[in-house]
C-alpha cells in the first residue's frame, strides 16, 4: 500500500495534459465484445480499472495488446470463449455491469456477477436490468450472479425511470443487435454516452440521438472491426485540475479538453471570480484571492458533475460566505466530509445538502480517500494547506486518475508516493 504525502503552499503553473475519459473507456473496452474483428482504441487511459477490465477480457479469451506508452489497445474478441465472469473477477470493478448488455448482446446470454466495491452508498441496477428484460432476456438472480438468457432480443421502446448513464450505455450495448428498432427514452446525455455511440456507429451500428434525451437503436445483423476509435478528454480530470488551480490561486492551461464538456464547471468559476480563458482546446484558469460564494446542485449533464462535488466543495471552503451544495445524483456522497474537516473545513451535512463555511484555512493531516472523487478533493486540499498532508487509500485514486501526483509534480506541486 501506499499514500501520497503533499507539502502545501506551492502555487502551480504550466500546463497539464489531460487523459482518456475513464467512464467512455469502461464502457468501449467491453463493447469490443460485440465486435468481430480488430478494434483499435486510442487515448486509453492507464489506469487501474482500466488494467482491471483488460485483464477480465483476457480470461474470458479475448487478446488485448495494450501499448501503456502509446495509450493504445488492439482488442480481437473473435476468439471469446465465455459469457460467464464470476465475482473475482469483478469484485473490485463497479464498472464490470457493462460485461452484462456487452456479453448479452454477443451470445444472448450473460451471467455476470453483481458488481462489487460500492464506494458511495446505494448503487441499485434495477433500470439495466428493466432494459434487458424488455429486449427480451429472462433475469435471475442467483448465489450472487445475474444470469441472462434470451431466445431473441427484439427492439422495444424503454422509458428509464431514472437518467442513468449506466443503464443508457448498457442498453445501448444490448440493443445494437437485437431485431428491430430499440428507442431509449430519458436517457443519459453524458459526453462518454455519446463516445460510446460513436464507436459503435464507427463499427458498423445505427445508433442516432446520443447525447439527447431519446436514443433510436437500429439493431444491426453485425459489427466490424478495422477501425481506430479515439476516446474522448476526461471531462472530470479535466475539472479536478481546474479547481486545483483555483484553490491554489494559481495560473494553468489544461491541454485536450473539449472546453463545451466544461460548461458548468466555467460557469461556476466565474461566478466565483476565477478568470477562465478557453481555447480551441485548452482551457487556462488565472486563480483570484477573493472567491464568491456560490451554491451548486450536482445534476446529470449537462448540469454540474456529481464526481465534481467533493473537489468543489474544497474549493467553496475558500470562499467568502456560506456556499450550498446538494447532491442531486447520488444518496450519500459526503463521506469525504469528516476527513475534510480533519483538515480544518467547516461544512455542515444535512441530508442531501452541505453547508459550506467559507474563509477557512487547511491545515495538512493524516486523512483517507473514501472513494475516487473523495481522494482527489482531498489532494487538492493538500495542495493549499498549511503543512504536510498524508493521504492513505490512494488505491482509490489509482482507479481514476493517470499519474496524479506526476501531472502534479509537473505543475509544481510537491506531492510524492510512498510506501504506507
Ligand atoms: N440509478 C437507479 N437505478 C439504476 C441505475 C441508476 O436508481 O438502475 C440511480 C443511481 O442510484 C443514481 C442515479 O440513478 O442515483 C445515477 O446513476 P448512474 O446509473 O448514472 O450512475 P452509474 O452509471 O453507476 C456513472 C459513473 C459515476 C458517476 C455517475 C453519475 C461510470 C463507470 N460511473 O455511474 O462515476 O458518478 O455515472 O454521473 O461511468 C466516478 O467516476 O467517480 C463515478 C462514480
Redesign the pocket.
Known amino acids: 500500500m501506499e499514500k501520497f504525502v503533499i507539502n502545501g503552499g506551492r502555487k502551480l503553473s504550466g500546463e497539464v495534459n489531460i487523459s482518456g475519459a475513464?467512464?467512455s473507456a469502461?464502457a468501449i473496452i467491453p463493447a469490443t465484445i460485440l465486435v468481430d474483428g480488430v478494434c483499435t482504441i486510442e487515448n486509453v487511459p492507464n489506469i487501474k480499472d482500466v488494467r482491471l477490465l483488460n485483464d477480465i477480457l483476457i480470461k474470458l479469451g479475448i487478446k488485448i495488446d495494450y501499448d501503456e506508452v502509446s495509450d493504445i489497445i488492439v482488442v480481437d474478441s473473435e476468439k471469446i470463449n465465455s459469457y460467464i465472469v464470476p465475482y473475482d473477477l469483478v469484485k473490485c470493478m463497479?464498472?464490470s455491469y457493462y460485461l452484462l448488455g456487452a456479453l448479452l448482446g454477443r451470445f444472448k446470454k450473460a451471467e455476470v456477477s453483481f458488481p462489487g466495491g460500492c464506494d458511495f452508498g446505494?448503487?441499485?441496477?434495477?433500470?439495466?436490468i428493466k432494459g434487458f428484460e424488455a429486449l427480451g432476456a429472462k433475469v435471475e438472480i442467483d448465489q450472487g450472479m445475474i444470469k441472462m438468457y434470451a431466445e431473441r432480443l427484439i427492439g422495444c421502446q424503454i422509458y428509464l425511470d431514472?437518467?442513468?448513464?449506466?443503464?443508457t450505455i448498457n442498453l445501448m450495448l444490448a440493443a445494437v443487435k437485437a431485431e428491430g428498432t430499440t428507442i431509449l427514452e430519458n436517457a443519459?446525455k453524458?459526453p462518454?454516452v455519446v463516445d460510446v455511440a460513436n464507436f459503435l456507429n464507427a463499427m458498423g451500428a445505427n445508433i442516432k440521438g446520443a447525447g439527447t434525451d431519446i436514443i433510436k437503436i437500429k439493431g444491426v445483423e453485425s459489427l466490424k472491426g478495422g477501425v481506430t476509435h479515439s476516446i474522448i478528454p476526461d471531462q472530470?480530470e479535466v475539472g479536478t485540475y481546474m479547481i486545483a488551480a483555483a484553490v491554489t490561486k494559481s495560473d494553468i492551461t489544461i491541454k485536450n479538453v473539449i472546453p463545451k464538456h466544461m460548461e458548468s464547471l466555467i460557469a461556476k468559476l466565474i461566478e466565483m471570480n476565477v478568470k477562465v480563458i478557453e481555447g480551441e482546446d485548452t482551457i487556462r484558469i488565472i486563480g483570484n484571492d477573493e472567491l464568491t460564494n456560490v451554491n451548486i446542485k450536482t445534476l446529470?449533464y449537462p448540469g454540474f458533475?456529481?464526481?465534481l462535488h467533493p473537489q468543489a466543495s474544497v474549493l467553496l471552503c475558500l470562499a467568502n460566505g456560506i456556499s450550498i451544495i446538494t447532491e442531486g445524483?447520488?444518496?450519500s456522497r459526503f463521506q469525504y466530509v469528516d476527513e475534510l474537516k480533519r483538515m480544518g473545513a467547516n461544512i455542515k451535512v444535512e441530508g442531501r445538502v452541505s453547508i459550506i463555511e467559507g474563509k477557512n484555512k487547511f491545515s495538512g493531516a493524516p486523512v483517507k480517500a473514501t472513494d475516487?472523487?473523495a481522494g482527489a478533493a482531498l489532494v487538492i486540499a493538500g495542495l493549499v494547506a498549511e503543512g504536510t498532508t498524508e493521504i492513505y487509500n490512494i488505491n482509490f485514486i489509482d482507479r481514476?486518475y493517470e499519474n496524479f501526483q506526476s501531472k502534479l509534480r509537473s505543475l509544481g506541486a510537491d506531492i510524492v508516493r510512498v510506501p504506507e
Do not use: C, F, M
Open positions: 475513464k467512464n469502461v463497479r464498472a446505494y448503487r441499485p441496477i434495477d433500470q439495466h431514472v437518467v442513468s448513464v449506466g443503464a443519459a453524458e462518454h472530470i446529470p458533475p456529481t464526481d445524483v447520488w444518496d475516487l472523487r481514476g
